[in-house]
């Protein structure tokens, strides 16, 4: 019977994120008014197809994607309720967020696929033209997103690879909890850098406080992610 529950929660959640999905989606109209200031046309405030703003949106939504696979992926390999809470919250939260940053693209009328642009290429430099290697917060990674090479479906830094997902669908257990904890970590620091640049970067006033809940959240995710790890005698990897 408790299996059963957890088999129906689960589908229950599956549900949930598909929800969010159509509910962000729903929801973000007031993200162009929101980004522009009230005595100017707002017209003029869309953001381009090559700013932050977009690139942003369009990264992070493909990051989250990977982030919900890992946390559906690990509720079928594990019956430990505290890893599977924290896949399920994970799963729920960054559904959503994806579901709006698709939302705004679609507002904007802009492509969720860019040709020609690199992933994280909106990183490399601001809006004058000056690279933002070494700015205070972004732990020197902000240049890391124009030159980071995409490999064996790792497509930004903290993504995994389709080596180690396929590592995951196999694993069992302990082993498997471990394994997500640590790509989940590697996960949110690729995250975090890129919500920081958004941040300091973007336009939008309201894509901009999503960037920062994303670094606050996911910073404390990462805290809890840790003591879950030494808990079960492991650590981040270097």
Known sequence: ???RDRRIQ???GSAVVLALLFAG???VAS???DGADHAA???TRTPAVDSADAGFARDMAVHHQQAVEMSFIVRDRTKDEEVRRLAYDIANTQANQRG???GWLDLWELPKAAA???PMAWMAAGHDGHTMDGMEG???TAGMGAGYRAHDGSLMPGMATRTELNRLRRANGRKAEILYLQLMTDHHKGGIDMARGCARLCTVNVEKRLAQGMVEAQQSELDMMTRMLAARGAKPRP
């Open 1 to 3: 019977m408790v299996k």
């Open 10 to 12: 689960w589908v229950a």
């Open 25 to 27: 989606v729903a929801t």
């Open 31 to 33: 993200a162009r008014d």
């Open 41 to 43: 046309a707002p017209a």
């Open 100 to 102: 709006m940053m698709l």
């Open 116 to 118: 020609g642009q690199e």
């Open 138 to 140: 972004m732990g020197g």
